[in-house]
């Protein structure tokens, strides 16, 4: 089972912009779905964007749209997440996992739900606050 890292999260103003990224620990993430999702204090655990394994289709929540993009450089088996125009609405640890399925991921994108996704990481505190 892979084991996934998320680094990048810190503190900042309305309006900032962070960039998190997501690599795994001894495995490469190619041919996996890679999704990133967010969970804020006395929330439940939400979607935010995924990305498929060529990292060609990708899917994002209504609430980030326009705002974050996600990436992935295979060469640093890398996934990414652009967050810009942040809101304090976005402040929660992010997350990513990877997908139970490897190389056919067009359905686990286009579904893009929990329940298709394992190797969860620890996770990155995002906080954004003035």
């Known amino acids: 089972q892979l084991k996934l890292v998320e680094s990048g999260g810190d503190s900042v103003q309305p309006g900032g912009s962070l960039r998190l990224s997501c690599t795994a620990s001894?495995?490469?993430?190619?041919?996996?779905?890679i999704g990133w999702f967010r969970q804020a204090p006395g929330k439940k655990r939400e979607r935010v964007a995924c990305i498929g394994s060529s990292g060609s289709r990708r899917n994002y929540a209504s609430s980030v749209k326009g705002r974050f993009t996600i990436s992935r450089d295979s060469t640093k088996s890398t996934v990414y997440l652009q967050m810009d125009s942040l809101k304090p609405e976005d402040t929660a640890v992010y997350y990513c996992?990877?997908?139970?399925?490897?190389?056919?991921?067009?359905?686990?994108?286009?579904?893009?739900?929990?329940?298709?996704?394992?190797?969860w990481g620890q996770g990155t505190q995002v906080t954004v606050s003035s």
């Open positions: 996992a990877a997908s139970y399925v490897r190389w056919n991921t067009v359905a686990v994108v286009t579904t893009f739900s929990e329940r298709d996704f394992e190797s």
């Open positions: 001894g495995f490469t993430l190619d041919g996996y779905a």
